[in-house]
């Protein structure tokens, strides 16, 4: 009785659940590299895909990441600090965060869509390239080139926007190839 009642729920349920026809978008493949005339990282500027051109809180995403990045790939942690939130400078001190950063160079940033979140949030998918030294790379992926595929968050903190503290499982990474 108990497994017919929760089956019953359960086929109750699913529509509201289910994601509504038509709404799926293509998420773009990671490019392998920038192209063969460049090497890896590629292109330090930020881009935007048209979907994310299209978000009205589109270029003031896209100058807060040319800042991170430009922050991490120039060893600024003082720019960095003003492009994240409190919580994520009172975590991450200078000490640690340029053993995290200390040899790593982001590249082929592009910006695939921006999406309302939750409490005024915005969540932004997005890929990068990524080189650093083995020893920098993350444990399970110890190379010197990574293809990255993240979800950032940004919150209002202050009146400004910044990049909020991660969210669980938002990222994957590969290994590059040419």
């Known amino acids: 009785m108990v497994l017919l009642s929760a089956v019953g729920v359960g086929l109750w349920a699913r529509p ?46 896209q100058q807060l990441l040319q800042q991170h990045f430009d922050a991490i790939n120039r060893r600024n942690y003082q720019q960095w600090r003003g492009t994240v939130v409190r919580a994520k400078r009172l975590n991450q001190p200078y000490e640690q965060w340029i053993d995290e950063y200390g040899t790593t160079q982001d590249g082929t940033v592009t910006v695939h869509r921006i999406t309302r979140g939750p409490k005024g949030t915005l969540r932004l998918i997005m890929s990068l390239v990524s080189t650093q030294s083995k020893e920098d790379a993350p444990e399970d992926m110890p190379l010197t080139c990574l293809r990255w595929r993240v979800v950032y ?26």
């Open 16 to 61: 509201l659940y289910r994601t509504p026809a038509g709404s799926h978008e293509r998420v773009p493949e990671i490019p392998s590299f920038p192209n063969s005339a460049q090497d890896a990282p590629g292109s330090q500027r930020v881009s935007l895909d048209e979907g994310a051109r299209n978000h009205p809180d589109s270029e003031v995403v």
């Open 153 to 178: 968050r940004v919150v209002s903190e202050d009146g400004e926007l910044r990049l909020g503290q991660g969210l669980p499982d938002s990222s994957l990474n590969n290994r590059c190839t040419n």
